[in-house]
């Protein structure tokens, strides 16, 4: 019997030991390897009344700022962004005066096209709030990964209880998908009509555990402050774009959004375009453009053969031009591209932006740029991200 139970004892020394081997080689592997990218979904649902007339100017506007700040975090957030639009008597009675412009995407070319083909005239229309977070839980196609992080918010001013749609009804249900929603009051020359109002917008947020925050939808100012030359940017951009291939059934529609959107944001302040194309030599668009882009496909594939593509290239250069040949010059020309961009760009300006959102002390100013940045970062670390 002594024998049996030196037998059993050393096969169960043994059998610990390989234990707790491989179980250090797994928390080694796990430590060494990077981070699963995180699912995080945002709605904007905005009051596009008259009372916040600019509002949606003002998103557009900063939104390549905006996006360049919500990316930055460990683990990588995959960010989608949807858009919903309320109080508009031209959204229809019967959906509460609310429409739905983008589905949930991080495709943000398109995302802009669809802010910029909204009619910006002022209309009047009543502030259904409780439809408008309806229709945002129910209507969108939130993650379903279980550590996705769920963000709403809602942007504009009045009272919250008009009409028969209960906004506490809709929160509940906001929060039982585990969606937290962040109000923006709209801010408004009468402080009676504040006083009145700004109760339920508060409300709203402690009811989905968001935040509460005060803006006036015109106040703006750039978030980069280096002075950015502008005209050797926008030339170097032309030539980068001249480098595109597109392929696929859906190439040359996403070439038009990214040119699109290249238009709607040189057309506003000089630091807003940098913001722009900061994004666009970004790993998250350089990834998107492999789906639809030869030079792209081929600068991340070098060794790769294009015959299975040649077909569906959109080009007037391809007719008579090796493919191969032409994709790997555009890759080699759009790489110097890149870096010729590089050294135009102010250095360190989207960490120095990152750290100040990230202090305690940060002030908001009731601008809507620095809200939308200083709640997101405040709710991502609170689901344990990193900054």
Known sequence: MSIVKSIV?????????????????????????????????????????????????????????????????????VVRIGLIGFSRYSFTDGSGYVRVFSDLTDDYDALSKQMFAVQPYVENGIQFVG?????????????????????????????????????????????????????????????????????GWDEIAKLTGGEFSQVYVNKRAPLVTSRVNMVAI??????????????????????????????????????YFYS?????????????????????????????????????????????????ALAKNYSETRNRLYEVMKSQFPTGEEERIHQEVSAEEYELENRLDKTLIRTYHNTLMKEGFKD
């Open 9 to 77: 004892k050393v096969n169960l020394m043994k059998y610990f030991s390989l234990s707790v081997i491989l179980c250090t080689i797994t928390l080694f592997s796990q430590a060494q390897s990077p981070q699963k990218p995180r699912d995080v979904d945002v709605v904007l649902c905005m009051d596009l009344s008259g009372s916040t007339n600019g509002l949606l100017d003002n998103f557009r506007d900063k939104m390549w700022d905006i996006i360049n700040q919500w990316q930055m975090y460990s683990p990588r957030p």
């Open 131 to 199: 439809a408008a977070i309806g229709t945002a839980t129910t209507q969108l196609t939130w993650s379903k990964k279980p550590d996705a992080v769920k963000i709403m918010y809602v942007l504009g001013n009045g009272v919250v209880n008009l009409g028969s749609f209960d906004y506490r009804a809709r929160c509940d249900e906001a929060a039982k998908e585990g969606i937290i929603i962040h109000t923006v009051y709209c801010i408004k020359n009468d402080k009676q009509l504040r006083q009145k109002e700004i109760p």
């Open 234 to 271: 926008a030339s170097i951009n032309d030539s980068i774009n001249k480098t595109f291939l597109p392929y696929g059934k859906s190439g040359i529609d996403h070439l038009k959004l990214m040119l699109s959107a290249d238009n709607n944001a040189v057309k506003t302040y000089e630091a």
């Open 276 to 324: 722009r194309l900061k994004y666009k030599m970004s790993d998250h668009y350089n990834a998107k453009m492999l789906t639809w882009d030869v030079t792209a496909y081929k600068n991340a594939y070098p060794e790769s053969k294009l015959a299975a593509v040649r077909n569906s290239v959109r080009s007037d250069n391809t007719g008579t031009v090796d493919l191969e």
